[in-house]
């Protein structure tokens, strides 16, 4: 039987083929454009590191000023960032399974200093740890160790399109490079990683890519270099040298570490709050206690990586499906409706309104079908256009597999929505009315 | 007009015209908001920097390793710039408005540290940034060459400042700003020596747009700003990026580009947004005038035989065409009246939720008038082919 | 093969009730060929409609076939109605979509009777009404005698115990009319009770019986002369 209903869709759809189109037009427009704004939306809510989003957290000190919280909502929130003091303090706890202080920093990049013009590279100073706790992965070597750290070594950790750049994806370990007319000694490539968002930095663009250089963090300190990024200060201090900047109250440093269960983290919390209470007696940290370990989801959550603008266009986009909706509900009334004679005829041939209300959802479903797939390629152009007008959505507006599966299952269900009430009222025509001729 | 006749006829079709104005009133509410929204952001996109930027280039400079005397840097950079064909003036400058990156401060009014405070937005440049920029002095006077400090030591303040009018209104209210002092958080003060017209901050989304100071200092990482022909803005990019590069190759020279490329990489997100929200709202109108089209030509093939009864009994075909536009406009001004409410609900909702602008009601009318057009404009067609209906229709027997 | 006992129906539309049929009592014997005339409005076609159940009853009884069928919910009067009765209509009724075979094909799908049967039954009703060359033609590439042929083949196919015709010559000029009527008459022959409605005193004559309706009852006296029908004789209601 659900041969027959199939035939006698096909059969319907032929024979209306612009109300058709319609339909599934207005099907894929509503698709096609929620699609884009969901995709964009579910993308950048998306997890960066699954496998540990719960165990690894975003540290946060509140070292702001006494008169006024750092973020006035919700009652007051510490800074995002750290003091170098604080920083350092953290480092030096062994709590963690692995912790790493960082900042972003811009280096003059060079094979070497014959002939090769410099170029400008984005580093990424952190510790060794940074690689094992983000579990980043590596085509060649490894990342460097403690001692590293403790002695700034100048060593580098580079990305795969780089090493594809300067040592045409060849093993480099060993090789070296020139940053700011020092030479580094190169002992890892990572593999392509480009976690989305940019969960461990937010400062410059929380979809930017990651970093294709990394190195010490201390090797940045005693070039005496400040961040490329944020730095707030609060405190009227006198600077006058980077020794000053340092142990000044501006904060400029993310600071991630890895606790793998609640009680470790229970030990860590006390840790930092135990450093806050401690620097208090020595005039800082005047604020009431909030210290707080953000894993990444809620840091995500607390830094608004999804802007108001995609949850808005998300909204307003679920408001254009109901229009599509509503359209099609119209355009269905009027098809069925059109044919109510044809409904009435087959009724008195002993159609039951099952048989009736079988054969008009098939009609109905092969529409949401066709508006699903059509508004899934409306979906995959808006996506093409959203990409070029945000340089840095490249990796982010893109339809993946579970994205693909929503779209044809929202068409299916918004037809079948659409359809709900045409089908029930041609299914309760009265026979009779529609068998005289007129 | 026959309005009584035909709104029993609708009541008794309820569904149709409920679906119609249903639609309408969901276009009113997703029109409104998106206009709105778009007419805000492109204000805010508007607004004047007080630079002349159509005319600038900007251009990013590092001495690599090593000491280098700034100043004698600086002036050579400046004089090879210069003499190439179709700059006008070079300037070495700390950041650039809209550049999305910069440095503000907050000022104290008196030297004691708990004194009212302004923040501004400040640059650092040298002597030629006023010409570059095309800045307009208002009172007092522009920098003199012995006031520029090159290679300034760590922590070190200026001893003179110009703030822009809106800066100056901060501190000193309607009072004479020159020869006054603005001071750092540690008591140091600024002399203000000059007011200028207008300047904008590096940033737009912090509010204050105009509260801006310039300090004459320079350093050997800051960008210059090269005003040139703008008819040969493009063109001058890569001869500026290579005679850079000729002066000491050793250096990094990056990001050279004209200021209006910066500019709309700042807006990048709002002209998006404003470009989405434009696509949704002309698709919007789309499927709702083809909505109307649709379900009015459904309503004159149903009702084709009393058509021509009409018609048979006397009714030109004026009478047809305007039973159903009049029709149409019923149950447009139904979903407008719907529209008017539904649109202060969902403002009311992206107020509370996203933080967008409150709904201003100047645009309620026009929305409403707009979308009575667009259904006279839909239901036209399907009107005039109810119009020309054979009234021999009515007697016929299929 | 048919009783009615006092059934009526009453149409209520708005404050106004119409009394389409007042209390009538009709009984039909199997293999009887029944012609209902009657001027408009005299209830002819709500008689039909319930007969055929399309309606039911508002008051009253109806035994079909032995079975009350009076009470009977919508599925079950659309499982009598595949199996036990078949439709004849003015206007053909035919789907234009769908070719001769599959119009017939119709009642036999809602059977859910297996295909080759289905295509048995399709091929002996053609070739009772004599169409078989044609079985592939849409219904609009056809006279009006062989649509309304066509029709009763739809009819036929599912093997009906009761064929209700309404004005099954209606439309047709007089020599197709004459074609139609002695395919009926064959059907009769062969055991089909046939109920007829028409205004035609000419074909009303060649029934076996026939049943003179006024005001929705059943009148006594028949007139010599009926008035000219419009065809139209219900109350209709607007979807």
């Known amino acids: 039987m659900t041969a027959y209903y199939f035939r006698l869709a096909w059969i319907s759809i032929r024979r209306n083929p612009l109300l058709t189109c319609l339909m599934i037009g207005a099907i894929a427009l509503g698709i096609g454009v929620s699609m884009t704004t969901l995709t964009l939306y579910y993308v950048m809510s998306s997890n960066p590191l699954p496998a540990k989003s719960e165990r690894v957290f975003a540290v946060q000190l509140d070292t702001w000023s006494p008169d006024e919280p750092y973020y006035d909502r919700d009652g007051g929130a510490p800074p995002p ?25 811009g280096f003059a990049a060079r094979l070497d200093t014959s002939g090769s013009r410099p170029e400008r590279i984005g580093a990424r100073a952190t510790y060794g740890d940074f690689f094992a706790m983000f579990d980043v992965p590596f085509l060649y070597g490894s990342g460097w160790d403690r001692q590293a750290d403790e002695r700034a070594d100048r060593v580098a950790v580079i990305g795969r399109e780089t090493n594809n750049k300067w ?37 410059n663009g929380g979809f930017s890519d990651a ?112 229009i599509c909706l509503l359209n099609t509900v119209g355009l269905m009334l009027a098809k069925f409706i059109n044919r109510a004679p044809l409904v009435g005829v087959r009724r008195a041939l002993g159609a039951s309104r099952r048989d009736v209300i079988q054969q008009h959802a098939v009609e109905v479903l092969l529409i949401g079908v066709a508006g699903g797939i059509v508004g899934l390629g409306l979906a995959w152009i808006g996506l093409i256009a959203v990409r070029s007008w945000y340089d840095d959505y490249e990796y982010l507006a893109r339809l993946d597999p579970f994205m693909v599966l929503t779209a044809v299952m929202l068409a299916i269900v918004a037809a079948l929505i659409a359809g709900l009430y045409p089908t029930w009222r041609i299914s309760h025509i009265q026979p009779a009315i529609h068998l005289k001729t007129q | 007009m026959e309005f009584r006749p035909i709104l029993s006829t609708l009541l008794r079709n309820r569904t149709g015209a409920l679906l119609i104005a249903l639609q309408i009133a969901l276009t009113m509410a997703v029109v409104i908001n998106s206009v709105f929204i778009i007419l805000d952001r492109a204000e805010t996109m508007r607004q004047p920097l007080g630079i002349d930027e159509e005319a600038l280039i900007v251009a990013h400079v590092i001495s690599v390793g090593g000491d280098v005397d700034v100043r004698s840097v600086t002036e050579q950079d400046i004089r090879v710039l210069e003499a190439i064909d179709g700059v006008e003036r070079v300037a070495k400058i700390s950041t650039m408005p809209l550049s999305n990156s910069g440095s503000s401060s907050t000022y104290h009014l008196s030297e004691e540290p708990r004194s009212p405070t302004v923040g501004v937005a400040y640059y650092e440049g040298d002597m030629n940034v006023l010409e570059t920029l095309g800045l307009e002095i208002t009172r007092g006077r522009w920098f003199r060459d012995e006031e520029i400090i090159y290679d300034p030591d760590e922590g070190a303040v200026p001893a003179v400042t110009i703030l822009s009018d809106s800066a100056a209104k901060e501190f000193f209210g309607d009072e004479d700003p020159l020869g006054r002092f603005i001071y750092t958080g540690t008591g140091r003060g600024i002399e203000v020596i000059g007011t200028m017209r207008m300047l904008s901050r590096p940033w737009y989304n912090w509010g204050n747009f105009y509260d801006t100071a310039l300090m004459p200092f320079v350093e050997g990482n800051y960008q210059y700003v090269i005003r040139v022909d703008p008819a040969r803005r493009e063109a001058l990019v890569p001869v500026i990026e290579q005679a850079l590069v000729d002066i000491d190759p050793d250096r990094l020279v990056a990001r050279t580009r004209t200021h209006l490329e910066t500019i709309a990489n700042t807006y990048a997100r709002d002209i998006a947004m404003n470009r989405m929200l434009s696509i949704v709202m002309l698709l919007v109108v789309l499927i709702t005038s083809l909505g109307i089209i649709g379900l009015a030509s459904f309503s004159v093939a149903q009702r084709r035989r009393q058509i021509g009864t009409r018609r048979a009994i006397g009714a030109r075909r ?81 | 093969m048919l009783k009615m006992e006092e059934v009526s129906k009453i149409y209520a539309a708005g404050l106004i009730e119409t009394h389409a049929l ?43 076939d032995g079975d009350d069928v009076s009470a009977l919910n919508d599925n079950q009067r659309s499982r009598i109605r595949n199996e036990k009765i078949g439709f004849i209509f003015q206007g053909f009724n035919l789907i234009p979509d769908l070719n001769i075979v599959d119009n017939i094909d119709v009642p036999l799908r809602y059977r859910r009777l297996p295909a080759a049967e289905r295509k048995s039954r399709i091929m002996a009703a053609l070739d009772v009404v004599g169409l078989t060359s044609r079985k592939n033609h849409l219904p609009s590439q056809l006279s009006g005698g062989q649509q309304q042929r066509v029709a009763i083949a739809r009819a036929l196919a599912g093997e009906p115990r009761l064929l209700l015709a309404d004005e099954p010559t209606g439309n047709l000029d007089s020599l197709m009319a004459r074609q139609v009527m002695e395919l009926l008459e064959g059907i009769n022959d062969l055991g089909t009770t046939i109920i007829m409605v028409t205004h035609d005193p000419e074909l009303a004559r060649r029934a076996g019986r026939n049943i003179h309706l006024l005001d929705g009852q059943v009148s006594d006296f028949q007139p010599l002369d009926p008035p000219p029908d419009t065809g139209d004789d219900t109350v209709r209601d607007v979807a």
Not at chain 1, 85 to 103: H, K, N, R, V
């Open chain 2, 318 to 398: 004026y009478h047809i065409l305007r039973y159903f536009l009049v029709e149409n406009w019923l149950i447009t001004s139904g979903g407008i009246a719907l529209g008017l409410v539904l649109s202060f609900v969902v403002n009311h909702f992206l107020v509370s939720e996203y933080n967008m602008p409150k709904l201003d009601a100047i645009f309620l009318p026009l929305v409403a008038v707009g979308l009575w057009f667009i259904g006279l404009l839909a239901t036209l067609g399907p009107a005039r082919n109810a119009a020309t209906i054979d009234p021999a229709i009515a007697t016929r027997n299929v």
């Open chain 1, 211 to 322: 970093e294709q250089l990394f190195v010490p963090f201390q090797v940045p300190i005693q070039l005496e270099y400040q961040a490329h990024g944020n730095t707030n200060c609060w405190k009227p201090e006198i600077i006058e040298s980077y020794a000053q900047f340092l142990q000044s109250e501006c904060v400029w440093l993310q600071h991630w570490v890895q606790l793998d269960d609640a009680e470790q983290k229970a030990e860590f919390q006390s840790f930092i709050d135990g450093h806050a209470l401690e620097q208090r007696e020595l005039g800082r940290f005047q604020r009431p206690l909030d210290n707080r370990l953000n894993d990444i989801m809620q840091w995500l959550d607390f830094r608004r990586v999804v802007s108001a603008d995609n949850a808005l266009l998300v909204v307003l986009s679920m408001m254009f499906l109901v």
């Open chain 3, 22 to 64: 007042r209390n009538l009592s009709l009984d039909v014997s199997d293999g009887e060929f029944v012609a209902v005339t009657g001027p408009s409005g005299s209830g002819k076609t709500t008689f039909l409609n319930i007969a055929g159940l399309l309606e039911s009853p508002s008051k009253g009884r109806y035994v079909l």
């Open chain 1, 167 to 203: 040592f045409g994806g060849e093993d480099s370990v060993g090789r070296t490079i020139n940053l700011d007319d020092e030479v580094f000694r190169i002992v890892g490539v990572i593999d392509n990683w480009r976690p989305v968002p940019k969960f461990y930095d937010l400062n």
């Open chain 1, 81 to 105: 960032l750290l003091t170098y003091p604080d920083a350092m303090a953290l480092m030096a706890s062994d709590i963690p399974t692995y912790q790493a202080t960082m900042m972003h920093r």
